[in-house]
């Protein structure tokens, strides 16, 4: 299916949506964006709830969200099925999505630590200082994987720097070195990937927490480089 008539696709079902399922929703969007999962080959995310930050003290009536059906997505799941039914895809992604919805508000104190994080996140992404754990207040994909808006964090915590590190994305194993004079906490940008996400890959590496750890000397600022993943065979 063509984005222009995804799109109107996603007008249609929106229409279908009772008014009081949308309360609270800034927006249905269609994306050309491709999501690979992070760990599972073949699967790709299809939509997500995306929370809007509230403005201060407008309490949890004030908590809005937009949701985004990814085209690129449902493109690429249907090479893998020759009977792929776009319409009742569409519709049940943006059905979930919508309960996804219902659920953040709900949950509006966890909202705080995601918008702290993504502050953190635009500071590093400016060059300004950082907490080097902010990720772990992002939205956890699967053990070890988190999510701020296009980027995913990929967890490591280690006792010392490795000489190369190994992680899986998208169904595949890859592997990269630590650069030289890497110390912790440490970020390294990805590239090399076959199925890349929207924003960046990185591999955080940080101290393994113990009780060690409250006799060392507190880690400095966080390293951060740019690494080239090469696949494992």
């Given at each position: 299916m063509?984005?222009?008539?995804?799109?109107?696709?996603?007008?249609?079902?929106?229409?279908?949506?009772?008014?009081?399922?949308?309360?609270?929703?800034?927006?249905?969007?269609?994306?050309?964006?491709?999501?690979?999962?992070?760990?599972?080959?073949?699967?790709?995310?299809?939509?997500?709830?995306?929370?809007?930050?509230?403005?201060?003290?407008?309490?949890?009536?004030?908590?809005?969200?937009?949701?985004?059906?990814?085209?690129?997505?449902?493109?690429?799941?249907?090479?893998?099925?020759?009977?792929?039914?776009?319409?009742?895809?569409?519709?049940?992604?943006?059905?979930?999505?919508?309960?996804?919805?219902?659920?953040?508000r709900a949950r509006a104190p966890d909202l705080e630590a995601f918008d702290w994080a993504a502050e953190q996140n635009f500071a590093r992404l400016d060059g300004e200082a950082f907490d080097p754990l902010f990720h772990l207040s992002a939205e956890p994909v699967v053990k070890g994987v988190f999510r701020l808006d296009d980027d995913f964090f990929l967890d490591q915590p280690v006792r010392e720097v490795p000489a190369e590190v190994r992680f899986d994305w998208h169904g595949a194993r890859y592997r990269i070195p630590a650069p030289e004079g890497t110390t912790l906490p440490a970020l390294l940008s990805v590239t090399g990937v076959a199925e890349p996400p929207p924003g960046e890959l990185i591999v955080v590496l940080r101290r393994t927490p113990g009780l060690m750890a409250l006799f060392r000397k507190a880690d400095g600022p966080p390293f951060q480089e740019q690494v080239r993943a090469v696949p494992v065979a």
């Amino acid at each position: 299916m063509r984005f222009t008539d995804f799109e109107a696709l996603g007008r249609r079902l929106e229409a279908e949506v009772p008014p009081q399922f949308l309360d609270g929703v800034a927006g249905i969007e269609v994306s050309r964006k491709v999501l690979p999962h992070p760990t599972r080959a073949e699967i790709y995310t299809l939509g997500e709830c995306i929370p809007v930050p509230a403005e201060a003290g407008g309490g949890d009536e004030g908590i809005q969200s937009r949701v985004v059906l990814y085209h690129g997505s449902f493109r690429a799941l249907a090479q893998y099925h020759h009977d792929f039914d776009w319409r009742a895809e569409a519709w049940e992604t943006l059905t979930h999505e919508l309960r996804h919805h219902l659920e953040w508000r709900a949950r509006a104190p966890d909202l705080e630590a995601f918008d702290w994080a993504a502050e953190q996140n635009f500071a590093r992404l400016d060059g300004e200082a950082f907490d080097p754990l902010f990720h772990l207040s992002a939205e956890p994909v699967v053990k070890g994987v988190f999510r701020l808006d296009d980027d995913f964090f990929l967890d490591q915590p280690v006792r010392e720097v490795p000489a190369e590190v190994r992680f899986d994305w998208h169904g595949a194993r890859y592997r990269i070195p630590a650069p030289e004079g890497t110390t912790l906490p440490a970020l390294l940008s990805v590239t090399g990937v076959a199925e890349p996400p929207p924003g960046e890959l990185i591999v955080v590496l940080r101290r393994t927490p113990g009780l060690m750890a409250l006799f060392r000397k507190a880690d400095g600022p966080p390293f951060q480089e740019q690494v080239r993943a090469v696949p494992v065979a």
